[in-house]
């Protein structure tokens, strides 16, 4: 079964997160990589097209 496409996103948009801790985690506070993704992906709430949010991300 096909997973819903917000699921996907989550998915997609966890394992963005995880890259971007794994890289800067040593140098900035967890919370301040999950604000800048956050923020970062709110800026795509009112698109219509979202199955390029999680690569738009890692921009």
Known sequence: ????PGAQEEAALLAV?????????SSLDMNTVDRAVETARGRFDASP???FV???LRA
């Open 1 to 4: 079964m096909d997973q819903h």
């Open 17 to 25: 997160k995880q890259r971007l801790h794994k890289r800067f985690d």
């Open 49 to 51: 097209m979202r199955s």
């Open 54 to 56: 999680p690569i738009l």
